[in-house]
Antibody, heavy 113, light 112 residues
Framework: EVQLKESGPGLVQPSQTLSLTCTVS????????VHWVRQPPGKGLEWMGV???????AYNSALKSRLSISRDTSKSQVFLKMNSLQTEDTAIYYC???????WGQGVMVTVSS | DVVMTQTPPSLSVAIGQSVSISCKSS???????????LNWLLQNPGQSPKRLIY???NLGSGVPDRFSGTGSEKDFTLKISRVEAEDLGVYHC?????????FGAGTKLELK
């Protein structure tokens, strides 16, 4: 069964770095890409970036300077790191597969002091 | 970046009615491989999005055939025939032809 699960801190202070993990099962990271998508409260979805199956990455140009995505294939995990967080980064963060066929349950991240 | 213009922003419907949602892109969504990567998602309240339609018109796994997708190039439509209560929520279109992928602003389907 395909599953994705996000984990990370629920609260981050302004100007600090967000670190999230997406742990997958039921498929291999070397066969499928994993995408990160976020949704501010009451707003729409925003594509953040992707770890392609071959190991390269691509990012939303608006976030590129602050965002880094990496992975550990042996642990079936994809990592998101975003620095210089501001209140506007408060959102639910999701990881999802290509074609958006499977999603994690999401993790709510609040940026506040 | 490709801009996805989704309309209307909200719809009020009665159970059993049919509705359509439009999504227009600022560029053609035909990929160099010949496929068109336009998806439709439904996000029920408090839930993660769920894929309904992929590549314009293909029904996702387990999705009832009350849902259908049409369109080409830059103009796409999702139709829901005979709306049921479980269909209420926010519908999103998303293009996965061009990086960065981009979403429409969403359409909220509510009960009349």
């Amino acid at each position: 069964e395909v599953q994705l699960k996000e984990s990370g801190p629920g609260l981050v202070q302004p100007s600090q770095t967000l670190s999230l993990t997406c742990t997958v099962s039921g498929f291999s990271l070397t066969d499928y890409s994993v995408h990160w998508v976020r949704q501010p409260p009451g707003k729409g979805l925003e594509w953040m970036g992707v770890m392609w199956s071959g190991g390269s990455t691509a990012y939303n140009s608006a976030l590129k300077s602050r965002l880094s995505i990496s992975r550990d294939t042996s642990k079936s995990q994809v990592f998101l790191k975003m620095n210089s967080l501001q209140t506007e980064d408060t959102a639910i963060y999701y990881c999802t597969r290509p074609g958006f066929d499977y999603w994690g349950q999401g993790v709510m991240v609040t940026v506040s002091s | 970046d490709v801009v996805m213009t989704q309309t209307p922003p909200s719809l009020s419907v009665a159970i059993g009615q049919s509705v359509s949602i439009s999504c227009k892109s600022s560029q053609s969504l035909v990929h160099s491989d010949g496929k068109t990567y336009l998806n439709w998602l439904l996000q029920n309240p408090g839930q993660s999005p769920k894929r309904l339609i992929y590549q314009v018109s293909n029904l996702g796994s387990g999705v009832p055939d009350r849902f259908s997708g049409t369109g080409s190039e830059k103009d796409f439509t999702l139709k829901i025939s005979r709306v049921e209560a479980e269909d209420l929520g926010v519908y999103h279109c998303v293009q996965a032809t061009h990086v960065p992928y981009t979403f429409g602003a969403g359409t909220k389907l509510e009960l009349k």
